[in-house]
């Protein structure tokens, strides 16, 4: 190969696109033809041809130039180029292609993913909550139990993990009730603990307060009986 040759070839220059346009065109109700059309325009954009003909596009294709100009109509109705009038420094109007709108509904598109991908996630999370309360309490849960939980979720706002971390602490702590796991929940809420990090440190805090006071009395009671740390779960 010339070096005239590799001149041109990079003077072809390289078209910049989201790959998250690649992985969710379908999504966006586009076929391959589309996908591709709307490559080509931007890369005629990019390379200073801001209005590219049907022939021209179809040239790069495996179309026809009356099946580019159709596919160029749809994607112009479906909202994902428009055309536009611009004027240069002579004032001379001129047409152009603006494929802002594709990249708006692209965006709209990821974020929706995003929100169903955290509603799925959530809605996973309050099952094993609820599974994992009717293991540990051996048996199904009461309707006043179940609101009880919907109620710490939605009006408390508290996380699923912070509620499971409630619940196993109950059962250390050997009172498996829920007015036990609500009294743990408003304890962690009024000292701002809204993370497992935060539970551990709160609760490894509180116990070495605990501790002492617990082997004193325990040493009183019998001094023969050796000092034994209180189990963090936490730790686990």
Same mark, same amino acid.
């Given at each position: 190969?010339?070096?005239?040759?590799?001149?041109?070839?990079?003077?072809?220059?390289?078209?910049?696109?989201?790959?998250?346009?690649?992985?969710?065109?379908?999504?966006?109700?586009?076929?391959?033809?589309?996908?591709?059309?709307?490559?080509? =325009? /931007?890369?005629?954009?990019? +390379?200073?041809?801001?209005?590219? %003909?049907? *022939? @021209?596009?179809?040239?790069?294709?495996?179309? &026809?130039?009356?099946?580019?100009?159709?596919?160029?109509?749809?994607?112009?109705?479906?909202?994902?180029?428009?055309?536009?009038?611009?004027?240069?420094?002579?004032?001379?109007?001129?047409?152009?292609?603006?494929?802002?709108?594709?990249?708006?509904?692209?965006?709209?598109?990821?974020?929706?993913?995003?929100?169903?991908?955290? =509603? /799925?996630?959530?809605?996973? +999370?309050?099952?094993?909550?609820? %599974?994992? *309360? @009717?293991?540990?309490?051996?048996?199904?849960? &009461?309707?006043?139990?179940?609101?009880?939980?919907?109620?710490?979720?939605?009006?408390?706002?508290?996380?699923?993990?912070?509620?499971?971390?409630?619940?196993?602490?109950?059962?250390?702590?050997?009172?498996?009730?829920?007015?036990?796991?609500?009294?743990?929940?408003?304890?962690?809420?009024?000292?701002?603990?809204?993370?497992?990090?935060?539970?551990?440190?709160?609760?490894?805090?509180?116990?070495?307060?605990?501790?002492?006071?617990?082997?004193?009395?325990?040493?009183?009671?019998?001094?023969?009986?050796?000092?034994?740390?209180?189990?963090?779960?936490?730790?686990?």
């Amino acid at each position: 190969m010339s070096k005239t040759s590799l001149l041109k070839w990079i003077q072809e220059g390289n078209v910049t696109i989201p790959g998250v346009l690649l992985t969710h065109y379908k999504e966006m109700n586009l076929d391959e033809n589309e996908l591709v059309l709307l490559l080509q =325009v /931007i890369s005629f954009i990019e +390379n200073g041809n801001e209005f590219p %003909t049907p *022939f @021209e596009l179809s040239s790069r294709m495996t179309i &026809s130039v009356s099946e580019c100009t159709g596919i160029l109509r749809k994607l112009v109705q479906k909202g994902f180029i428009e055309i536009k009038e611009s004027y240069s420094g002579d004032d001379v109007r001129y047409e152009r292609y603006d494929v802002e709108p594709l990249w708006g509904k692209l965006i709209d598109c990821f974020l929706l993913r995003g929100k169903q991908e955290a =509603v /799925i996630a959530n809605q996973k +999370n309050e099952t094993d909550l609820y %599974t994992c *309360f @009717e293991q540990e309490f051996g048996r199904p849960l &009461s309707p006043f139990e179940c609101e009880t939980l919907a109620m710490w979720m939605d009006d408390d706002h508290h996380d699923p993990h912070i509620i499971k971390a409630a619940l196993r602490e109950s059962v250390i702590s050997g009172k498996l009730n829920f007015r036990y796991i609500d009294r743990i929940l408003f304890e962690w809420k009024k000292n701002g603990i809204k993370t497992i990090e935060q539970a551990k440190s709160y609760g490894k805090k509180f116990r070495q307060s605990q501790t002492p006071q617990r082997n004193k009395q325990n040493e009183d009671a019998n001094p023969t009986l050796k000092s034994v740390p209180f189990y963090n779960w936490l730790e686990q």
